[in-house]
């Protein structure tokens, strides 16, 4: 029984400390961001006739609950791949995520809104990237790559403390939106899910 107890509570001080790694490495990573590039994508999101999100893998988890968000502030988004998504137009907005900026469907999906006139801002690891060449408003997210696995920039595996910082500067962008937009918590719980 000794054996047992000693094992779960082994267990739980290694969780414990996994926990503040990812929660160490987050607030480091918020000290290294340039934020200049979110002002415009702001700016673009309030102006933008339709929103359009797209990241692939874990990081498409995270931009699908950006996008979430921004469906309960009231805005008019897709996440680009769903089958209900409308074609992209002059006049939208491709919100584009990729660790390494390089992601071929995603690089295709920012050159096709090019095309049309919709305006592009991603965001990446990689400054050199096509994704970030191709992009109106690049931001740059200092965290490692998924072939990175020197753990210079991260403990954590593959491209997890992007994926993470992903959800959190879009949560970070959706407060300062419903600080500008002012509706009541209460009128964006109706546009909550009620058919679960």
């Known amino acids: ?44 999101i309030q102006q933008a006739n339709a929103i359009f999100l797209i990241a692939s893998g874990r990081s498409g988890f995270s931009m699908r609950s950006v996008a979430m968000r921004l469906m309960h502030l009231g805005l008019k988004v897709f996440f680009v791949g769903d089958t209900t998504t409308p074609a992209i137009n002059a006049g939208d907005l491709l919100w584009a995520a990729s660790g390494s900026g390089s992601t071929g469907t995603i690089v295709r999906a920012a050159e096709k809104a090019k095309q049309v006139g919709a305006s592009v801002i991603a965001v990446s690891t990689n400054t050199s990237s096509a994704l970030a060449k191709i992009a109106d408003t690049h931001i740059l997210i200092p965290a490692a790559e998924k072939q990175d696995h020197g753990g210079a ?29 002012g509706t009541s918590a209460e009128e964006l719980w109706k546009r909550h899910a009620n058919m679960e």
């Open 153 to 181: 920039r991260s403990k954590q595996y593959a491209g997890s403390l992007f994926e993470q910082a992903l959800l959190l500067l879009g949560d970070a962008v959706f407060i300062e939106l419903w600080k500008i937009d």
């Open 1 to 44: 029984m000794d054996l047992i107890y000693e094992k779960s509570e082994k267990t739980a001080i290694a969780i414990h400390n996994n926990l503040k790694l990812i929660l160490q490495e987050n607030i480091a990573l918020t000290e290294n961001i340039d934020y200049s590039g979110f002002s415009e994508l702001v700016e673009s």
